[in-house]
């Protein structure tokens, strides 16, 4: 597909064309060699990849009607992010505060990297950044606090991460229609549903799809 996509820009001979044919271009690399373009032993040090501001930065909150301890203990057993995150395939917990995440990246590419727990006081935050070796690299933090005399509970998440395609990557991404902060903001919204009702409504999962 990115290859398609690769062709289809160069075919317009305009300015837009170029542009779209460049974002596709890494894809297309990583499709023939397995590897993107630069990196061929990953990403070498998340802290290096996203010192001074760099990368995207998405910070979204939600407020849900369940008490903190039990959303804390949810967002802690890292293998359920996958079931409303609709980015994630899959997080696996390695142990010793390591996971591997597998994410659905621009054009249905495969974006995997290990990740490890830099920060976490129980029931306050979880903070965690990828190992070096990683497709992507990626930091965030959610951090839990108590609302309404601690009958709710409100959750803040801070992403922040660098595409292997840098820019040009971020404009194929907005080309097919992934905003990463309208992403994290329907996840939100589907895990306080899932946490207040023990499900994600059907209507719910055909409006994120």
């Known amino acids: 597909m990115a290859?398609?996509?690769?062709?289809?820009?160069?075919?317009?001979?305009?300015?837009?064309?170029?542009?779209i044919a460049a974002a596709a271009a890494p894809f297309a690399y990583r499709g023939i060699t397995g590897e993107w373009p630069g990196l061929s032993n990953g990403v070498a040090d998340t802290r290096v990849a996203l010192a001074g501001g760099r990368g995207i930065h998405v910070r979204e909150a939600v407020r849900l009607e369940v008490p903190l301890e039990?959303?804390?203990?949810?967002?802690?057993?890292?293998?359920?992010?996958?079931?409303?995150?609709?980015h994630l395939r899959e997080v696996r917990d390695l142990g010793g505060g390591r996971s591997h995440w597998v994410a659905e990246g621009?054009?249905?590419?495969?974006?995997?990297?290990?990740?490890?727990?830099?920060?976490?006081?129980?029931?306050?935050?979880?903070?965690?950044?990828?190992?070096?070796?990683?497709?992507?690299?990626?930091?965030g933090s959610v951090r839990f606090s108590t609302a309404r005399q601690g009958r709710s509970t409100q959750v803040s998440i801070h992403l922040q991460y660098a595409t292997p395609g840098g820019r040009p990557a971020q404009l194929l991404a907005?080309?097919?229609?992934?905003?990463?902060?309208?992403?994290?903001?329907?996840?939100?919204?589907r895990m306080k549903q899932l946490l207040e009702a023990g499900e994600i409504p059907r209507a719910a999962e055909g409006a994120t799809a």
């Open 106 to 139: 621009p054009a249905g590419a495969a974006v995997e990297w290990d990740a490890e727990i830099i920060n976490e006081i129980p029931n306050e935050v979880i903070g965690w950044r990828s190992m070096p070796g990683s497709d992507v690299a990626s930091a």
């Open 3 to 19: 290859t398609a996509i690769v062709a289809y820009g160069l075919s317009r001979r305009s300015l837009p064309g170029v542009a």
């Open 174 to 189: 907005f080309v097919l229609g992934h905003d990463p902060a309208h992403m994290i903001r329907e996840d939100l919204r």
């Open 70 to 86: 039990a959303v804390y203990a949810f967002w802690r057993r890292l293998e359920n992010l996958p079931r409303f995150m609709s």
